[in-house]
Each structure stands twice: as structure tokens, then as C-alpha cells.
């Protein structure tokens, strides 16, 4: 998603702003700033183990990178560190879900179902998560037609 931009006054104080600015060793302040939010993440109960957290005094960016569990645990994640007073904005460019992501395909001219099936997943009879995946758009995995675009789901 990129840098998504806060309040920096707003939010949870657990960095002291004087100290950090005025440290004689900026790269330990961001140090400690970047272990606090990582902290901070940790006690709102998301998992933290294959986080990454590094703070930027100068722009008050936090970067998060590494992997969390899923695309909704990011959101929170970003969020959670976004919400510390001192902080003007987080980038997640290197953070990845562990989920796989969402496929799309688009349907052409002699598709059906099934065949997708079979080239996203190697099985046909695997039609069906397709369906349900793309109700209520689709009402009969029947009545599909050229240009649709189709969300084909991560294999369960």
C-alpha cells in the first residue's frame, strides 16, 4: 500500500520527542523508538516474530517489513504503529501477508469454469471455489461471458 500518513501529535506516547531530536547518537534513538513501537504492536496481541520495525527521527517515518499472517493482521499492524504520538507515517512496502494473494482472470472467448480450474489450480472438479468466490457477481457458474473479470482464489 505504500506510506499511509498520521496525525504525528495524535496517539500513544511512547517516544520522548526532546531526547530523540537532540540525542547525540541519532541511530540509537531510532533504535529505541523503532523497539518501542515493535513493543507497543506486540501488547495490541498481533504477532510480532517475523516483524520488522525501524523508525526515522528525521522524517518520523516508521518501515515496517517482513511477514505477518495475513492481509487483515497488516492492516492492524500499520495501524498500530501509525498510532503512536510522534509518528507521521508508515510504509509497509516490504511487509507481505503469508496469505497467498488473490489471482484474477479474465474470462475469454470458450472459458468455463472448469477450465480455469484447471489452469489456476490443475483440477477442474475445483470449479466450484471459483463460484463462491465470485457470488454474487455470478448466479450459475453457467453464465459467464468474455471481457468478466473473475477473482480465483488462493487453493485452500
Avoid: C
Avoid at 496525525?7 to 517516544?15: N, P, R, Y
Avoid at 541519532?26 to 523503532?34: M, S
Amino acid at each position: 500500500m505504500g506510506l499511509l500518513s498520521f496525525i504525528k501529535e495524535a496517539g500513544e506516547k511512547l517516544l520522548g520527542h526532546a531526547d530523540a531530536q537532540a540525542a547525540e547518537d541519532p541511530n540509537a534513538a531510532n533504535q529505541t523508538a523503532a523497539d518501542a513501537i515493535k513493543h507497543y504492536i506486540d501488547t495490541q496481541g498481533l504477532d510480532t516474530s517475523n516483524l520488522t520495525v525501524a523508525f526515522d527521527g528525521a522524517s518520523r517515518t516508521v518501515t515496517l517489513s517482513g511477514s505477518v499472517a495475513d492481509l487483515d493482521t497488516k492492516a492492524k499492524v500499520k495501524v498500530a504503529a501509525g498510532n503512536v504520538q510522534g509518528v507521521a507515517g508508515v510504509n509497509d512496502d516490504d511487509l507481505q501477508p503469508d496469505d497467498p494473494e488473490v489471482q484474477y482472470h479474465d474470462v475469454v472467448s470458450g472459458d468455463n469454469l472448469w477450465k480455469i480450474a484447471e489452469k489456476y489450480y490443475g483440477d477442474g472438479t475445483k470449479n466450484t471455489a471459483i463460484f463462491e468466490a465470485n457470488k454474487p457477481m455470478l448466479s450459475s457458474p453457467d453464465r459467464i461471458y468474455p471481457g468478466q473479470k473473475l477473482v480465483i482464489p488462493p487453493q485452500a
